[in-house]
């Protein structure tokens, strides 16, 4: 007889400290590179007008370039390496100002998600370094340790080792979230009988 019938699953709607799964984790980080994305070409794109109007002359009726000095400025804010540079410093600053501060990257905070120090307290601004340092170990090998969170008890990637972080949810289960929880249940249900038998 089945052990589930007459029964209801008890419906979990806290998942608050449980481990974030892959799938959110990977959301949040699409949404993080969304925002990092659009942050910087706008700046670029103000920055570039700017250099231009200055260039040309088109509100001051006089050219920048026939100051002396500016035009080797201007050539230099217009580098290809310092827009790069500019880049990489604004992303790791992104990732370390907001989980140092906030504990979570806008992203994350969307998708209900925080990073915490495995003893449970906040992340120091040196694990958070070492957090987003972690992506390029994680990344290196074909992403193997960005999937490692697939199979990991914890769901720890290799930069949240590297880090001694975890990942966890921080709000309760909407309504339709709780089908999930249903279904775990009767998996686990099924698990249990299996293994007595």
Excluded: C
Excluded at 95 to 121: D, S
Excluded at 149 to 170: E, F, N, P, S
């Amino acid at each position: 007889m089945n052990q589930t019938q007459g029964q209801t699953a008890p419906i979990i709607t806290d998942l608050q400290g449980y481990y974030a799964g892959f799938i959110s984790r990977v959301l949040a980080f699409i949404i993080d590179a969304i925002i990092i994305a659009l942050t910087i070409t706008v700046f670029n794109w103000i920055v570039w007008v700017t250099l231009d109007t200055l260039s040309t002359g088109i509100f001051l009726g006089i050219s920048a370039n026939k100051i002396p000095g500016v035009g080797p400025v201007i050539d230099f804010l217009r580098d290809s390496f310092l827009i790069g540079f500019l880049s990489a410093l604004f992303i790791l600053l992104y990732h370390v100002f907001f989980t140092y501060f906030a504990g979570q990257t806008p992203g994350k905070a969307l998708l209900g998600l925080r990073v915490v120090a495995v003893e449970g307290k906040r992340v120091s601004v040196v694990r958070s370094l070492l957090r987003y340092l972690g992506y390029f170990v994680s990344a290196a090998p074909l992403f193997i340790g960005f999937f490692w969170v697939l199979i990991d008890d914890q769901r720890q990637g290799w930069h949240d080792k590297i880090a001694r972080t975890y990942v966890i949810y921080t709000w309760e289960a909407r309504p339709d979230e709780r089908f999930l929880s249903k279904e775990l249940y009767i998996l686990s249900s099924h698990h249990r009988r299996g293994s007595s038998q």
